[in-house]
């Protein structure tokens, strides 16, 4: 059996550096704007998208991004 490792679909890593989320998951201003609750959502996905070239579910993305991306769009936890 393969190892999902070695598929044609990335993966998020376990660890994710500082410098990953800053290059990666670092919203720009043009990318968010409405609503906190659907800004984030959409946001993750889009910044997720770019990195992985697919949507992954919510359950694959580690708290780390999500807290990195909840940050940069000055959210609160709630969010």
Same mark, same amino acid.
């Not at 490792?5 to 993966?11: F, I, M, S, V």
């Not at 043009?30 to 579910?57: D, H, N, Y």
């Given at each position: ?6 598929? $044609?679909?990335?993966?998020?890593? *376990?660890?994710?550096? $500082? *410098? ?14 409405? *609503? ?8 993750? $996905? ?34």
């Amino acid at each position: 059996m393969t190892w999902i490792e070695r598929t $044609a679909y990335p993966q998020f890593k *376990r660890l994710t550096s $500082a *410098r990953v989320l800053h290059v990666f998951f670092t919203p720009s201003p043009e990318e968010w704007t409405g *609503r906190p609750e659907s800004c984030f959502a959409q946001v993750l $996905a889009l910044k997720c998208f770019q990195k992985m070239a697919r949507f992954p579910s919510p359950d694959e993305i580690p708290e780390v991004v999500m807290d990195h991306v909840r940050r940069c769009l000055e959210l609160t936890e709630d969010v």
